[in-house]
């Protein structure tokens, strides 16, 4: 444990902080477009540093039930992804249930996210758990990078940030987002957790393997394709497209993948967990390619496992390329 969850750490500075957020994040708005788009998140960083994170649930619960209940392409696609975590066996109506769990916890990260830069950091320590970072940690010690695999589970940005303020110097992989000023404040923000971003482009390959020979911990998201061209794996018991790039990436620096999610609590406590190291001289394969797949399925399967003891924590607001049955 490195911190109870009996103390909030929010002072006046706080408050100042905020209101230069706000200030400072509509300044870089140059029409209306803009201004709409970094609206939500700027006043949104602004309201959840004024509220104490342990009652982040309940504003929570309100936002979760209208997102749950206006936006149909996210509620399909969140009712999609628990109906393949908890399987045939689960009822309709429990898998209607944890559909709306997964939009209150999907706030619930969001206000977290927004709120860490306008806090002192010492608060990420409070009510935090660590399980499984010391073969991590040893690595990291003898001046070699690593590369975390991990998934949209609770709250990625806090273990993050945690991990890049207290711990080792850490970057991210990062989704590029539109308008420009948008992904811009994005990325100010991140660095502001203390995670240096990664944007998923062109050079990501590049720059992630530079990230990690200069002895960085790297961090991809692993449980979406967005490119389109992921391998096939076993994921719940069906055919799923999943990103290969930790699995590509660990073999051209010979560097293990660390699976590592972190979970959150309704009070706001969080635990980050590790799994055993996945080490790219294990792949099975008599080419690079059947290494990939290996090491992918081995990625995957570890998701899979930390997926399976918070379902409702797992914020999947887009379709998963889950393949049919009989194809």
Same mark, same amino acid.
């Given at each position: 444990m490195v911190g109870e969850p009996t103390v909030d750490m929010r002072t006046p500075r706080t408050l100042m902080r905020a209101v230069a957020g706000v200030s400072g994040g509509l300044s870089r708005a140059s029409n209306m477009r803009e201004l709409f788009a970094l609206a939500p998140y700027v006043f949104g960083s602004a309201l959840a540093s004024l509220i104490? %994170?342990?009652?982040?649930?309940?504003?929570? $619960? &309100? $936002?979760?039930?209208?997102?749950?209940?206006? =936006?149909?392409? *996210?509620? =399909?696609?969140? *009712?999609?992804? @628990?109906?393949l975590a908890g399987g045939p066996s689960v009822s309709r109506f429990e898998i209607e249930r944890r559909t709306y769990v997964a939009f209150v916890s999907y706030f619930q990260y969001w206000m977290e996210s927004l709120a860490i830069t306008t806090f002192d950091r010492e608060e990420l320590k409070v009510g935090l758990s660590v399980e499984g970072e010391v073969p991590l940690l040893a690595l990291t010690k003898s001046g070699a990078g690593a590369i975390v695999a991990t998934a949209h589970l !609770? =709250?990625?940005?806090?273990?993050?940030?945690?991990?890049?303020?207290?711990?080792?110097?850490?970057?991210?992989?990062?989704?590029?987002?539109?308008?420009?000023?948008?992904? #811009?404040?994005?990325?100010?923000?991140r660095r502001e957790l203390g995670i240096e971003p990664i944007l998923l482009d062109g050079s990501v390959a590049k720059q992630v393997i530079a990230g990690v020979r200069a002895g960085r911990i790297v961090a991809l998201v692993s449980d979406r394709d967005l490119s389109g061209t992921g391998v096939e794996v076993q994921f719940f018991g069906r055919t799923v497209k999943?990103?290969?790039?930790?699995? &590509? +990436?660990? +073999? %051209?620096?010979?560097?293990?993948?660390?699976?590592?999610?972190?979970?959150?609590? *309704?009070?706001?406590?969080? +635990?980050?967990?590790?799994? #055993?190291?996945?080490?790219? !001289?294990?792949?099975?394969? !008599? #080419?690079?390619?059947?290494?990939? $797949?290996?090491?992918? @399925?081995?990625?995957?399967?570890?998701?899979?496992?930390?997926? %399976?003891? $918070?379902?409702?924590?797992?914020?999947v607001m887009q379709p998963l390329p889950v393949l049919p049955v009989n194809r």
């Open positions: 104490p %994170r342990k009652l982040y649930i309940y504003p929570s $619960a &309100v $936002a979760g039930a209208i997102g749950y209940i206006t =936006n149909s392409d *996210r509620r =399909n696609s969140a *009712r999609a992804a @628990q109906a !609770g =709250n990625w940005d806090w273990g993050g940030s945690w991990v890049g303020s207290f711990v080792h110097p850490f970057s991210a992989v990062v989704e590029p987002l539109k308008p420009d000023v948008l992904a #811009d404040w994005f990325f100010d923000h999943m990103p290969s790039g930790a699995a &590509v +990436l660990a +073999l %051209r620096t010979k560097t293990p993948i660390f699976p590592g999610i972190v979970y959150m609590s *309704r009070r706001g406590e969080h +635990l980050i967990k590790f799994l #055993d190291p996945i080490y790219p !001289g294990d792949a099975i394969g !008599g #080419d690079l390619s059947e290494k990939v $797949a290996w090491l992918t @399925q081995a990625v995957s399967s570890a998701l899979e496992s930390l997926i %399976r003891v $918070a379902p409702t924590q797992w914020h």
